[in-house]
């Protein structure tokens, strides 16, 4: 054995020379390259991971997106429903001022008038056009309007007396000096002006109880100067009489709180109706005529539904 190992001179397992017949060369493979066979399968993972994860990423924002579209859907139909109702509200005040515009802003052709001329009048907004005839002026117009209104009447001038007794007896020895106004009715003593007069002046008083008492003037020709009588049942009953003659009458206010009617274009209100202590004091007045026409002294008694009113007075005219 010891010859063996002196003249080989060497390790007993020397490997073979390369590209030698005698035996084959032992590969030893490398660290890196064993690690790096095997990272390959992880990477592998990795990248499978994320693409599942870029996907379900990409599925997930769709979703939102999905949802933060449809909150807006919502949104802007709920803004248009507000913006509908807002213009519903406003439409008719937008066409009722256009209309109110439209009749301020009409011109006016200002043309030289004659008998038979036209005036044309057209609307700018429209442009309607309405045709006048020159005749029909508004200050004609006016001027009739004026004319149908009664003056203004000035306020009576009243008193009382307490010789209620004296004044009693010496008109129950008239004629036409006493009279019963029964209950519920009115009765008008009609007393036109006469033309030898400038002044009304009428003296009244009652038995135990009060009546209603005020002056009217019927603007009116006077065709006799005898005095009337006119009784009605009860005020509405009166102012239904009247308006057989003329038209558009109203109605006669309450006597316990003064009548403010304005019985018609041609009647004017003197002194309104009034419940008078007639009873305990003589009632006098006087008024200067305003014109030719008929004085309406009214005694009501319309408001009592169980007495009747023995009523006692004098009316006359004084130059």
Not at 48 to 62: F, N
Not at 129 to 137: G, H, P, T, W, Y
Not at 209 to 214: A, H, L, P, R, S
Request: charged fraction near 25%; include cysteine; hydrophobic fraction near 30%.
């Amino acid at each position: 054995m010891s010859d063996v190992l002196a003249a080989g001179g060497g390790s007993c397992f020397e490997p073979p020379a390369a590209g030698s017949p005698g035996g084959a060369a032992l590969r030893v493979p490398a660290e890196n390259e064993d690690s790096g066979q095997k990272m390959e399968p992880a990477d592998q993972l990795i990248d499978s991971l994320e693409s599942k994860t870029s996907q379900s990423g990409s599925q997930i924002g769709l979703l939102m997106s999905a949802g933060v579209t449809e909150d807006l859907k919502e949104a802007a139909s709920t803004l248009e429903d507000q913006e509908v109702a807002e213009l519903d509200e406003k439409l008719p005040d937008q066409i009722q001022s256009l209309k109110e515009e439209a009749v301020v802003r009409i011109t006016n052709y200002h043309v030289p008038q004659g008998a038979g001329d036209i005036v044309m009048i057209q609307s700018d907004h429209t442009g309607a056009v309405d045709i006048l005839s020159a005749e029909l002026e508004t200050a004609d117009l006016l001027g009739e309007q004026r004319k149908a209104q009664p003056p203004p009447l000035a306020p009576p001038t009243l008193w009382t007396t307490e010789k209620t007794k004296e004044f009693k007896a010496k008109m129950g020895k008239e004629k036409n000096g006493r009279m019963v106004v029964k209950r519920g009715e009115v009765v008008t003593v009609r007393v036109p002006t006469h033309p030898d007069g400038k002044c009304i002046c009428w003296e009244f008083a009652t038995d135990d109880y009060d009546i209603g008492f005020g002056v009217y003037f019927d603007w009116t020709t006077v065709t006799s100067t005898a005095i009337t009588v006119q009784v009605s049942e009860s005020s509405d009953e009166e102012d239904e009489e009247e308006e057989e003659e003329i038209e558009g009458l109203a109605p006669v206010g309450d006597v316990e709180r003064g009548s403010k009617s304005y019985l018609r274009n041609r009647y004017g209100e003197i002194m309104p109706v009034y419940r008078r202590n007639s009873h305990r004091e003589v009632q006098a007045g006087s008024h200067e005529y305003p014109g030719e026409g008929i004085y309406l002294l009214k005694f009501d008694n319309s408001y009592s539904l169980l007495r009747n009113k023995t009523l006692f007075f004098h009316v006359y005219y004084t130059s």
